[in-house]
């Protein structure tokens, strides 16, 4: 699984993940109140969130719907020129696409195509940038907007984790697709990947893979953003609590990755992280993933945790049992 | 000083800087025991430092000298191709260039030029990654080596700032030479630029131009390595303390690029920064310039703090005063 | 200024501090929205404060006036018993006394007296705990009520300082009427004690007087309240930063006591800190006063910051320049 | 379970632990770099050891065995003539006492006693204050030796946890012996109490009973010291990690007492605690004792933790299975 030296990127960043709820009002309440996203705008029965670093309209979407998971993920290249190299190589592909949209409140045309579980990805250009209204303004100017220190109020998004039946096809399609490097990995003692982090730029990663267990199809495992601080996360803990949020695990930090989460259940149930990474970066150009064993994964978490049971088998939407 | 989108990143991150001392085993002493950097070896008059999750074999060359300052800056590249194309651009672009060097302990062959002001700066792609014995291997690993906690121990070389006569000068040279970004500059009411930052990657910077004010040429105004925390600087304030180094400001805000900070004097009297970025990186590839005015800048520091006179009129080496 | 073993400890600990607003809502709206504070009920022009685990029904009396400063400070005692020592012992003093009031809505009847420079302070045993309703009730049964998360939301009061035209005088006045232990104090080079610290339980201090040098009297230097962290005062700077409060100093350390601090001007001009002291308690029994030098406070605060002109100057209410 | 108004407190703070260890290098080793403790002296097999801001010679002394738990626990108590009558109120309880020994290195005559269940504890008033060298004073001079950096070097000796056969037995024994206030316990469904937390001060706690379930006698749960910062503790995790340390749960947050806590056990398999309360303190004179019941156990701890099965079985020494 070596990789070339970092080809020309031309995915810039992740741009949005777009969150199917069905319970609308408490997954919104929980988001701007508790998880301190802000409401740019509200259209067709979805509402427009952000980070208040953000520096676009939105970087998630939550979408009123009978079901939960993941509506589709969205990433912005690097310019025009991008985006067309990448729709070629889509399109040349293979793999099942959906072609142009016209895009939403947040950007303009972007091009849409599936994995190989169903999870729809999008990649665009032309965007919104939000322009902050006086009273959302911050008093430092290189601020996307105000910290307005609302719940936990974490700076901007950070990765999305979706689950598939086989994560080195989705490695494939991610190569072929989006061109993103992998950083780390895990390899089973069957052979197959347990699961597989990718990144598009100098973040340690913005897109994971993990195996399905549950019998899914096309989930959601969950989707995160990024606080200052390891103090954010503590003091997010805190405000879980008291506000009767599902804390399923942490605060502790990951082995792989390294990065210090917390992970909790909105209201519908999709899992939702906090993470913060440190001063890590991935900036050698020529990145040898990291390879996990499941002996290495046997130790648990950084610092001993053992993973809990749900982790392995909750997703969103949750799989019917007969 | 609207910039294009983000042209293909021919450097890949700020490699190393070289620190002349005329202190040499006070500077090494500071720089090992209580800044946190490891030694990775000496040769020829030279220490070779990197901080414990630097993936290369160093990213400080601190070397004896009867001066202090700046040896040189080193920049990695993305690719062999890279290089190559750095190199025919800044040949190309009459700037001086002092040709080809065979590299030294930490890498191999280096392209070296200088900027306007006498500062050199080499480019360079085949480097010696650190392999970590492994009495320094981490428990973690993805890890570059073990987390020593040895005094302050950042985990990565961040940025180097340079003091120059003309900082337009300096920018108009980057663009042609570096081809890194502008993200943040200070337009001057004399309409100077008073300072200005680049970036080649994701971070929000890795090299600065501060107007020099003191008449010299060639200054340093400081080298700042990495933290994962804001605490790790308030406890650096006292590890300094205690170990009788002098701080010069912080810890405190940054107003410009908002990283948390800490300027000390390292034994010969190079000013040595530890910075903290929270979970802020520039991700727009159309990201454009912020601008700050002397207006802004009489507001201080992002929480208030007055910018003490030494850090408009100290560097390195210091100018003689007949 | 030797002092015996601890005696028996009348006072308990500071229980409340009334602040004077001549700009009563705007006041009330930073101590609640911005600072965090929760308000348990108005009554006859004043507000009743209290921080998120204060046990009491408040900690602040926040009172409309004509002027700004301190309308009284408020200890509670150990028992019954020790309200009448302390009574007895203050009446014998030869102090002011205002003698007996029945109290208000957050505690039973009180004794009233004066320092030597008219600042109102008064002894009580009867109080009414807060008792939280279903909605502000912690999921935490230890906590006096819900971490709410509002602004700063510090967890208690910490202290009260107070400006004195003498602080020896001030010092004779403590040891007769309060009973509580010098815990540092700042000897000047005239003889004259700049100012001093005191403590009636293992808190580092709950009450310091300074040095009065702008020719006022009865005046107020600044209340404090204690967060849990460090990291939660940086993130106040952030709030005040966003909320236009004005930011006199810090976040920085004090040499004295050594607490990380920040000091801000709620809208009156009253001078409010936000302090933490980490784990530094007084547990010695037989502690001696730590004295300070004017060469000492020549070095500024402990990471060198130099006390800023107003600390010495700004006071409430303010003095009329004629 | 109900306690009067505070008592005189005759005990002012807990003062030493004596910790055995059939592996002395090894733990030295450990207290001394990983842990960063200081070590004043050595006599007997014995090594005292200090934190930075303990006041007295040592904190903690360790000493050489054929076994591992406590050898003794120590209180300074307020006064000379506190002394005195607690000596009475502990010979008149009709507990076993051993009577006066001379004291060691670290202080005077100390009277000894036992718990119910074995536990030998002390009290003292004559005591060696630690008088720093000059490579050992701190910058600062209120702090009792300089803030060395040296591995997790947390601030001060916090608490003692001691196992029990009947907790409700144990709490009888302080009540007549060391005089201490409850501030919460463990109510379980049999009638019996689970644990219970005490402080002769105004900390949370600085003692421990909880049930014995392993069949032991004598038993020690852990000794804790306590850091300034929450991030001391997350930084101690990674230590613990890279020097192999055997994490057994944490870091996370107590529900009961809200301390930020990590347990580890050092190489002789005493358990070791780093704990942080923030600003947590009880000041109320009459405090009711918090009690939790099993219903509220069953929750884990602040944040979802489960409590692991080695804490509720490992001390030390280890039940030998025949």
């Known amino acids: 699984m070596s990789r070339p030296t970092m080809p020309v990127a031309d995915l810039a960043h992740l741009g949005h993940v777009e969150v199917l709820t069905d319970r609308y009002d408490e997954s919104l309440d929980f988001f701007t109140r508790v998880y301190g996203l802000k409401l740019s705008g509200e259209e067709g029965g979805s509402a427009y969130l952000r980070a208040w670093d953000d520096y676009e309209f939105h970087s998630m979407k939550l979408t009123a719907a009978d079901t939960t998971g993941v509506g589709h993920i969205a990433y912005r290249v690097s310019s025009p020129e991008a985006l067309e190299r990448r729709v070629a190589a889509i399109e040349a592909s293979g793999y099942v696409t959906h072609g142009w949209t016209d895009g939403d409140l947040g950007h303009g045309r972007a091009f849409r195509f599936e994995d190989p579980f169903g999870h729809v990805f999008e990649i665009y250009w032309d965007t919104v940038r939000y322009e902050a209204p006086p009273d959302d303004a911050s008093a430092l100017k290189n601020l996307s907007s105000r910290y307005h220190a609302q719940g936990v109020s974490p700076r901007r998004i950070d990765h999305v984790n979706v689950l598939g039946g086989d994560v080195t096809a989705f490695r494939d399609w991610v190569d072929a697709c989006l061109g993103s490097r992998v950083t780390e990995y895990i390899q089973l003692d069957n052979g197959r990947i347990g699961g597989c982090w990718f990144s598009c730029?100098?973040?340690?990663?913005?897109?994971?893979?993990?195996?399905?267990?549950?019998?899914?199809?096309?989930?959601?495992?969950?989707?995160?953003?990024?606080?200052?601080?390891?103090?954010?996360?503590?003091?997010?803990?805190?405000?879980?609590?008291?506000?009767?949020?599902?804390?399923?695990?942490?605060?502790?930090?990951?082995?792989?990755?390294?990065?210090?989460?917390?992970?909790?259940?909105?209201?519908?149930?999709?899992?939702?992280?906090?993470?913060?990474?440190?001063?890590?970066?991935?900036?050698?150009?020529?990145?040898?993933?990291?390879?996990?064993?499941?002996?290495?994964?046997?130790?648990?978490?950084?610092?001993?945790?053992?993973?809990?049971?749900?982790?392995?088998?909750?997703?969103?939407?949750?799989?019917?049992?007969?």
Chains 1, 2, 3, 4 share one sequence.
């Open 201 to 322: 730029n100098n973040k340690t990663y913005d897109l994971v893979c993990s195996e399905e267990r549950g019998g899914g199809a096309g989930r959601l495992h969950h989707v995160t953003y990024a606080t200052d601080t390891r103090e954010d996360i503590l003091r997010a803990a805190d405000i879980y609590l008291e506000n009767g949020v599902h804390i399923e695990t942490g605060p502790h930090k990951h082995a792989i990755q390294g990065s210090f989460f917390l992970y909790a259940w909105e209201p519908a149930g999709n899992r939702i992280e906090l993470a913060n990474a440190g001063a890590r970066l991935i900036l050698a150009p020529d990145w040898e993933p990291v390879v996990w064993t499941e002996a290495d994964r046997k130790k648990g978490q950084a610092w001993g945790l053992k993973t809990i049971e749900t982790f392995h088998t909750h997703g969103t939407p949750p799989v019917k049992k007969d």
